[in-house]
């Protein structure tokens, strides 16, 4: 969800308006997804390096999320989502982890969106993870294979990433999914995400679809 800051920066506004801006597009966005059939959603809200921003708009984010999870999500339970939240839970403030608890047992038995919040969230950190579990389960090297290693993901469920959408034109990855997104698509705008609309994301739909996807192969 890039590009918060620079929406802000352009209304001489202070970041944290564009970070609430940015809570705006969430629900149309997630209407758009459960309409056209998307099973699975993943949102990028935090990552591990986001820690380095300054304190206060680390805070403004905190807060956010807790307001967030109180104002949306019993709207989301009706509309058929299951929540579930990717990354590290160790250093999110309590009540956080407490929001992202009952947000998960609230809409556990959904079945009509999956959708992943990555909170305190890095690829490698995932990667990290998964490793020492499997170190500590006591593999053996010739246990691990790919679909091995793949069960110890935060969320083993979660298929494979078919789409990417990357706002505010930057052309990277940024730690999001490494393993998962071995074979994604990816739909770069320049849009900034507190512009992302319905219509833009109907278009990023529309280029995944008109593509083929060879996985290496001819
Ligand atoms: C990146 O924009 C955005 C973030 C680090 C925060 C995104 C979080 C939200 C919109 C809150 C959503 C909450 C939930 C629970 C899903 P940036 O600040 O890097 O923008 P910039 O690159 O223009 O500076």
């Known amino acids: 969800m890039d590009g918060n800051g620079r929406w802000a920066e352009r209304r001489r506004l202070p970041r944290a308006a ?9 629900t149309p966005l997630l209407e758009a997804a459960g309409r056209v059939g998307v099973r699975t959603l993943t949102l990028y809200a935090f990552s591990t390096e986001n820690w380095a921003r300054p304190e206060d708009e680390v805070d403004t984010l905190m807060s956010l999320f807790l307001e967030t ?30 929001a992202i608890q009952e947000a998960e047992e ?6 009509k969106l999956d959708v992943y919040v990555a909170l305190n969230y890095g690829g ?24 091995t290693f ?13 789409l990417v959408i990357r706002t505010s ?17 990816f739909y770069v705008t320049d849009t900034l995400w507190p512009d992302f609309s319905q219509e833009e994301f109907l278009q990023a739909i529309e280029s995944f679809a008109s593509r083929s996807r060879r996985r290496g192969g001819v």
Do not use: C, M
Request: hydrophobic share 45%; aromatic share 8%.
């Open 18 to 26: 564009g970070h609430r801006a940015g809570v705006e597009v969430l």
């Open 69 to 98: 999870a109180h104002a949306k999500v019993p709207d989301l339970n009706e509309r058929g989502a299951r929540l579930r939240f990717l990354g590290r839970r160790e250093y999110l403030p309590a009540s956080v982890l407490e």
């Open 106 to 111: 609230l809409t556990a038995h959904n079945d």
């Open 124 to 147: 490698r950190s995932e990667i990290v993870d998964a490793v020492r579990r499997i170190v500590a389960d006591g593999l053996l090297p010739e246990d691990v294979d790919e679909a």
């Open 150 to 162: 793949a069960r110890y993901l935060y969320a083993p469920e979660v298929p494979e990433v078919d």
């Open 169 to 185: 034109g930057e052309l990277r990855v940024s730690n999001f999914l490494l393993w998962q997104i071995a074979y994604a698509e």
